[in-house]
């Protein structure tokens, strides 16, 4: 009698045996590979031998080019190329090239600083500056031979010609000089009560030293000062005219007036017309409010604003004429408007009527 789980017994020993013998086989062929990978083989005689011959014919082969590339370097140098070949020599070319551009720009900088620093940098600053005494020439109202001596605190002095000086270069003595001066040109409209900025009394008692100046707009300033050596570019060109630059004029007393004691004037320049037949003064006005649009109106006549300044001038400089120059910077668009020129003649009624009796009163009242 056979049971189910003998029949399956007897199977399983039959596949145990043939199992065995191939594990046995494994075991065997694992022993020889670990053999061999782990013991060192010696290279045999044949390979060692082409080894040798390999290392011989690269050694030879480097010499062999070694000497090529020192015959070629030698036939370079005899021909005198360069060893960097085209594009070194291109490169060094372009290097001398910027080496000299770079030189030249150098030299035109440094004289164009140099130009800079003597035409626009201060000589002198406020603190070095102790007095200043004005002397008045004995010649009736003629400012050419009037002079301003001044005092520093190191102890040097000397004596300054006003009209020579200039605005932004002499800053710090125009500036103690004009602060001698009565009133200028500029306040003249303010002494007749027209001005836009101040009124006579405002300005009465910042004379008398009763009121501080009204804080004015620096960055409209520094934009005027920017704008002005173009717009005397623009004028010179406009009219052929010749420029020269002036400084600070100043009106001294007269026998019977003693009223008109120290008033002054900075006109923007001496003008002498293309054919000398005639001279002049020059005053630019940049137009701050007006810098943003793209074309200047037409002026047929001095706006009322700048005239009592205009006419102060012309008396105090004595000339017979004035250019006022309106301008603003010139926009993209071709061939618009930027700036225009109106001769302003001299009034010598206004002056003698109008103008100077206004002026004597403001100054009594200065120094009452």
């Known amino acids: ?45 044949q390979l060692v031998s082409h080894r040798a011959s390999l290392s011989e014919l690269s050694a030879t082969t480097s010499t062999t080019t070694a000497s090529a590339a020192e015959e070629l370097e030698e036939w370079k140098k005899t021909l005198g190329v360069s060893t960097g070949g085209r594009r070194q020599r291109r490169r060094q070319k372009r290097k001398s090239k910027a080496a ?24 002198l600053s406020s603190e070095e500056i102790q007095s200043v005494t004005l002397l008045p020439n004995n010649n009736d109202n003629d400012d050419n031979n009037f002079m ?45 009560d027209k001005s836009f900025f101040t009124s006579r009394e405002k300005l009465l008692h910042i004379k008398q030293g009763l009121a501080s ?15 002005e050596p173009k ?40 003008v002498t017309t293309n054919d000398t037949s005639s001279e002049g003064l020059l005053e630019i006005k940049s137009l701050w409010g007006r810098r943003h649009q793209k074309e200047l109106p037409k002026f047929e006549h001095c706006p009322n604003r700048f005239y009592a300044q205009i006419q102060g001038q ?16 010139p926009r993209p668009q071709a061939k618009r408007r930027h700036y225009g020129i109106v001769r302003v003649p001299r009034n010598r009624e206004y002056w003698e009527t109008e103008l100077k009796p206004a002026l004597q009163a403001f100054v009594r009242e200065i120094h009452e």
């Open 100 to 123: 000299t551009a770079g030189s030249s720009d150098g030299n035109k900088s440094s004289s164009k600083s140099t130009k800079s620093s003597n035409d626009e940098e201060p000589t």
């Open 314 to 329: 012309l008396a105090i400089c004595d000339k017979e004429w004035c250019d006022l120059m309106l301008y603003i910077p």
């Open 148 to 192: 301003a001596h001044i005092q520093l605190h190191n102890g040097t002095q000397f004596t300054v010609h006003p009209p020579s000086l200039h605005q932004r270069r002499d800053q710090a003595v125009w500036l103690a000089v004009r602060k001698q001066v009565n009133v200028t040109a500029s306040e003249f409209s303010a002494v007749l």
């Open 1 to 45: 009698m056979s049971y189910p789980w003998n029949d399956r017994a007897s199977r399983g020993l039959k596949n145990t045996g043939l199992l065995l013998p191939i594990f046995l086989l494994l075991v065997l062929f694992h022993g020889h590979a670990t053999e061999a990978l782990t013991s060192p083989r010696q290279p045999s005689n």
């Open 213 to 227: 100046p009204a804080p004015f707009n620096k960055q409209a300033c520094d934009w005027g000062l920017r704008m």
């Open 231 to 270: 717009a005397l570019d623009a004028y010179r060109k406009a009219t052929g005219n010749t420029v020269h630059e002036t400084g600070l004029h100043i009106a001294t007393s007269t026998a019977n007036d003693e009223t008109l004691y120290y008033l002054g004037a900075s006109p923007d320049g001496l």
